[in-house]
């Protein structure tokens, strides 16, 4: 059963950076894409970034050109830069295994997620 454990959120000021990880067991890590998602308190949960096996991504367009997705397919880890960070990014943010053209997370277990705050 695919398992996620997210980590690397906290408390940043507005403009400043975090990265996030998130280690994955239970699946063939390397043939899944993995996607980082995030959830602003009162709304739905929605896709930041995406990766591919071989490493081809994409980006939300609020994330592109301030947050970039990486990934060890030999740590089985998937990793998530932020910079410029602004108060709207606040949520918390989940990893899980993207399948479909819709980029939908494959599995129905989610990590407990990593908190991100962006407070002055």
Known sequence: QAHFVE???GLVQ???SLTLSCQVSGIFFDRYPMGWYRQISGKERELVAAIT???TRTHEPFARGRFTIT?????????L???NLKFEDTA?????AVCGTGLRPCFD????GTQVTVSS
């Open 71 to 79: 990934r060890d397919n030999g740590k089985a880890t998937v990793y």
């Open 14 to 16: 507005p403009g400043g």
């Open 7 to 9: 980590s690397g959120g």
């Open 53 to 55: 096996g071989n490493g």
């Open 92 to 96: 918390v943010y989940y990893c899980n």
């Open 81 to 83: 830069q932020m910079t």
């Open 109 to 112: 277990t989610w990590g407990q």
